[in-house]
């Protein structure tokens, strides 16, 4: 199984910190590069994202174990042909003193996961993340999620 076309080409033209980004999900936009390379890098920021793929992925496994199996597979082949792309933006915009390099492993991890989730999810109808839908659509709007408070995103 591989990742669907669609999922590729949206997330590897993602720009991230453009302006006029304008979201209905609750955020709060984070105003100093320090403060958000702090949340991102975060165990709590770490752990509340891997709780929520820890809550998809068993759903998957108990309720839709044939597609549970293709999850590494999925991971494989996000890394080869998403991966690259977005890790090229992401060192162009450390160039840029946007981000920190400090914040690229969670933001690869978090696109992995996208991938794999949206993948799935349009295999088997029943798979649903609000979390990860929320995930993706900010990073489309050009947002980084760097941390989750009080019911609200925090973004770069």
Do not use: H
């Not at 702090?38 to 108990?62: H, M």
């Not at 080869?80 to 090229?88: A, F, L, S």
């Not at 946007?98 to 989730?117: A, H, L, T, V």
């Amino acid at each position: 199984m591989k990742i669907i076309s669609e999922v590729v080409d949206n997330l590897t033209s993602i720009k991230l910190l453009v302006n006029s980004r304008k979201t209905n999900i609750p955020i709060i936009e984070l105003d100093k590069l320090s403060i958000a390379e702090k949340n991102i890098t975060s165990l709590k920021w770490e752990n509340f994202v891997l709780e929520q793929r820890g809550d998809l992925t068993a759903y998957l496994l108990k309720n839709e174990r044939e597609i549970f199996k293709k999850w590494n597979e999925l991971s494989r082949d996000a890394k080869e042909r998403i991966i690259p792309i977005v890790t090229k933006q992401l060192f162009a915009l450390v160039e840029e003193k946007k981000i920190f390099e400090s914040m690229i492993p969670q933001i690869r991890f978090d696109i992995i996961n996208i991938s794999i989730y949206l993948t799935l999810k349009n295999e088997c109808l029943n798979v649903n993340s609000p979390f990860f839908d929320d995930l993706y659509t900010l990073y489309r709007l050009g947002y980084i999620p760097c941390g989750y408070a009080k019911g609200k995103y925090k973004v770069l």
